[in-house]
């Protein structure tokens, strides 16, 4: 049998925006033909079925947001300053009238949370490495001596990943650009001091 041939990380990234916009449960297999391009027995050669073209889906977003994460420390002298650059693009989104894309591993762990064990464990785990990384950075800043060592480094990621989780809720409910800006700041403040 012949493999189909397509871009796989357009077909991905598609996807993806796809399940953000309309969340796991209400995106159709009609409305994934439509977003990626691919005919239905493509989708289903190539993962199987639509939990198959989610957790792919999955592994794309979080390949993109881990190297935009390190090119973004890698490009700034700070801590502080990449923390803010990070923090104005986590809100941006929250404003804009794509609001829906804010987060894919947030967006469907709060919908397939108990009903899908390989789902959930995937998201959480994804959520995690997210966590992890924020500590990593913030354990450098430590080292370096641009933060002191108390709190540890772990519990600021936990801090700044508990305000991450609260802006982009608090987002849903908001649009005011501005008071976000000002909670990201309190929030960067209260990270770093």
């Not at 079925?49 to 420390?73: C, I, M, P, R």
């Not at 924020?134 to 772990?154: C, H």
């Amino acid at each position: 049998m012949r493999s189909a041939e397509f871009d796989k990380e357009h077909v991905l990234r598609q996807a993806m925006h796809t399940f953000m916009q309309y969340g796991y449960s209400k995106t159709s297999m009609q409305k994934l033909t439509q977003s990626t391009g691919l005919h239905p027995g493509s989708i289903y050669c190539a993962f199987k079925n639509k939990k198959g073209l989610l957790l792919a889906s999955v592994e794309q977003y979080q390949k993109d947001k881990n190297e935009q994460f390190t090119q973004l420390f890698a490009q700034h002298d700070n801590i502080r300053s990449a923390l803010e650059v990070f923090l104005q693009d986590i809100i941006r989104p929250c404003t804009s009238h794509e609001a829906t894309q804010v987060c894919l591993l947030t967006r469907t762990l709060s919908e397939v949370d108990g009903q899908d064990e390989e789902v959930t464990q995937v998201l959480s785990n994804n959520l995690c490495a997210f966590e992890q990384s924020l500590q990593n950075v913030l354990t450098q800043a430590q080292q370096s001596g641009e933060i002191s060592s108390v709190p540890s480094a772990k519990e600021r990621a936990q801090f700044l990943v508990m305000g991450i989780y609260g802006l982009r809720t608090y987002a849903s409910t908001s649009n005011d650009e501005l008071a976000l800006m000002s909670l990201s700041k309190q929030l960067l403040e209260h990270v770093l001091q």
